[in-house]
């Protein structure tokens, strides 16, 4: 039990100290396909750091919930980041680890950042936080079809099952449901994560923000546990993407041979799946907002295709 809390303490370290690293990862490759020289990979945590500098300012018009906001926050998503598998399997609260959980703590830090957004009296904010509920009702839906669909093969929705069936499964777990599934998460995975063409992370024009806009009216270190707070987010999403659908690596026990060889499969895929997003990011515009319902209607369509073919024809 020692060990297995152990673990699970580690999956959480690398999680918050590898976010902002693959923030800057992302950065660089799409500096690099824009044929620009872009930030260094550590300058995330260069504007962290800026950012603990700095004094905060609130608003006259604030409440308690704008205050309380950055620690729900990334709390949730320190929850999540418990209960999502990374280097191993078997974590101390891998017997917890439900898809359904994991999806309601990020609804949970949502809600209170919406909250957040119209509670400063910015109309900038609260016009983000109206687009960032309506993107959301169609994300999560589309999101939990596809894990559905993933749980149907392990028999529970428990996220260190799913992930052993399919390693068990070897080979044969790559079926047309699987890969239809991994196509509507990866759709999903834009919109959370607030890219292209969601959503545009480098700019901050406040007619086209959706994220940023939210967080116009903080400052200092609220800023900075929110800004993090969107990194531990995109990288949970991209450990989901990695070890759900190729847990190639991962460990299944509590060995530091197997953790070593965890580590180094997790950075290596979620790498992948960061130059994946810096392409996508370099090769497509910003959707108008207007289609953006049609794009996650896509992935909730993908979602219910894999089903439906996991059922027609089966699989492992």
Do not use: C
């Not at 590898?18 to 799409?30: D, E, S």
């Not at 750091?49 to 620690?71: D, G, N």
């Not at 052993?164 to 959370?192: C, D, K, M, Q, R």
């Not at 289609?291 to 894999?306: A, N, R, T």
């Amino acid at each position: 039990m020692i060990e297995a809390l152990a673990v699970s303490l580690l999956q959480v370290m690398i999680i918050v100290l590898a976010a902002p690293l693959v923030t800057g990862i992302i950065m660089k490759f799409k500096a690099v396909f824009q044929t620009r020289r872009g930030p260094g990979i550590f300058q995330p945590y260069l504007d962290l750091y800026k950012y603990m500098q700095k004094e905060s300012v609130i608003s006259e018009h604030a409440s308690w919930i704008f205050r309380v906001t950055p620690y729900i926050y990334f709390g949730a998503l320190l929850a999540a980041a418990t209960l999502i598998p990374t280097i191993s399997a078997a974590g101390f609260l891998s017997h917890t680890g439900d898809a359904i959980m994991v999806i309601y703590l990020f609804a949970l830090g949502r809600f209170f950042l919406t909250l957040a957004g119209l509670d400063a009296g910015s109309a900038f904010g609260g016009m983000a936080s109206s687009r960032e509920m309506a993107i959301s009702s169609l994300a999560e839906p589309a999101l939990m079809l596809a894990l559905f669909t993933m749980a149907i093969n392990a028999g529970t929705t428990n996220l260190g099952g799913i992930i052993s069936g399919v390693n068990n499964a070897g080979i044969a777990a790559y079926t047309p449901a699987h890969l239809l599934t991994f196509g509507a998460v990866f759709i999903v995975a834009l919109a959370e994560t607030g890219r292209i063409p969601v959503d545009n992370p480098d700019t901050h024009l406040e007619l086209t923000m959706i994220h940023e806009g939210m967080l116009l009216e903080y400052s200092g270190k609220p800023l900075a546990i929110l800004t993090l707070g969107a990194s531990v987010k995109q990288l949970l999403i991209f450990s989901l993407l990695a070890n759900l659908f190729f847990p190639w690596g991962i460990a299944a026990g509590t060995g530091i041979n197997g953790l070593a060889i965890g580590l180094l499969a997790y950075l290596g895929k979620v790498i992948i799946i960061g130059l994946a997003m810096a392409i996508i990011e370099t090769s497509f515009a910003k959707m108008r907002l207007f289609k953006v319902p049609e794009l996650l209607m896509g992935s909730f369509l993908l979602g219910f295709l894999g089903l439906i073919t996991k059922f027609l024809f089966g699989g492992s």
